[in-house]
């Protein structure tokens, strides 16, 4: 893969701003006209000549200027991720439009998307994990050794969740059936959604037990508990997708495979599911996507901390000459927002 030199670079990125703001081909004369300092066109057409050479630009026809390509995109993105910043009133417009302590998560996630969708002028996505609504039916503390058990909690229709606990001191096998008894008097019936840190809290703190147990067996109990909170299928929140016919790169069939997966909400799931891994803001340029119709599409998007391993994801569609300077730290700053959210357990369900 061919290393860009800084000159080389500048002239790239210049030219990517030329083409988001036009629309159009991008000739030396244009990038001369736009690029600070003294270029000579003799020097600006060599290395234009370079970047084409090296995959990063295309002509329209033999006597056009540049177009820049998915990879050239896909560079631009990669510099941008860590060099662009919303200004200070407008993140801070943001934080105050999602700022409630206390809010239901349907708001929460409609109200995020909402934003995205307007400061983008764009269509956005959010998947947030799926609260898990299941009952707890029981819960066992099974002794593995003198200093270890088997936390077994029982759900729905007999789902099973298990957890080995490893203490620093002996278990007492009468504590142990005393805690079980404890657990189960007020946790059976409940959904597992409203077992949160305030009523494990007061669980432990009225049994009758060991204290230095208590205190070395509530923390990975209420982790674990934490963890069940939320479950793997996720909640999908779509706003602007009329946007997404009016940002078409001058034709709204190029956008066809758009408008189809918007059509199915099992199919754009899926594609988000398979944008597993990786960390901070990312994007999917154009020839990225595995399907058909989506040639002249990207999107900017990044995974939230839920509960535990649980994670959301935010995204923002639109065309590949979407304004990125701005597009991908409103993401990075909503992903973080809503980190915030779900990790403060503050959450409530409508």
């Given at each position: ?25 991008v ?12 270029h ?24 056009s ?63 947030s ?19 270890s058990?088997?936390?077994?909690i ?20 009468l ?47 209420e ?49 988000l ?64 927002i ?13």
């Open positions: 893969m061919a290393i860009l030199n800084e000159r080389q670079q500048d002239i790239l990125f210049e030219l990517v701003r030329c083409y988001i703001r036009s629309g159009g081909a000739g030396s004369t244009t990038l001369s006209e736009n690029m600070p300092g003294e000579k066109p003799s020097t600006l057409r060599y290395n234009l000549g370079k970047l084409e050479e090296s995959g990063y630009l295309r002509k329209a026809h033999a006597s200027g540049r177009l820049p390509t998915d990879k050239a995109y896909r560079e631009y993105v990669r510099v941008l991720i860590d060099r662009t910043f919303l200004s200070t009133n407008e993140e801070m417009r943001i934080r105050q439009a999602l700022e409630t302590v206390r809010i239901e998560l349907k708001m929460l996630i409609s109200r995020a998307c909402e934003v995205m969708a307007r400061h983008s002028e764009l269509m956005s996505v959010v998947v994990p799926e609260p898990n609504l299941a009952t707890i039916n029981i819960v066992r503390l099974v002794p593995l050794s003198v200093t058990l088997l936390v077994v029982v759900t729905g229709k007999e789902t099973t969740h298990t957890r080995i606990v490893h203490l620093p001191i002996e278990i007492n096998r504590d142990l059936i005393t805690l079980e008894r404890s657990l189960n008097r007020r946790l059976v019936g409940k959904q597992l959604y409203d077992v949160d840190e305030t009523v494990l809290a007061d669980v432990f703190n009225q049994a009758d037990l060991n204290q230095f147990l208590i205190l070395n067996i509530r923390r990975p109990f982790e674990f508990l934490r963890e069940m909170r939320f479950a793997e299928t996720g909640r999908l929140q779509v706003k602007g997708m009329d946007r997404v016919v009016a940002g078409a790169e001058g034709n709204p069939e190029q956008i066809s495979g758009v408008l189809s997966l918007l059509d199915d909400e099992h199919q754009l799931l899926s594609l599911k398979t944008l597993e891994g990786g960390q901070g803001v990312r994007a999917l340029i154009g020839s990225d996507f595995t399907r058909d119709g989506l040639e002249h599409v990207a999107m900017v998007f990044s995974d939230f901390q839920a509960i535990g391993d649980s994670k959301g994801k935010v995204g923002i569609l639109g065309p590949r000459r979407m304004q990125y300077e701005r597009i991908i730290p409103l993401v990075k700053l909503i992903s973080e809503l980190e915030e959210k779900f990790g403060g357990s503050q959450l409530l369900i409508e």
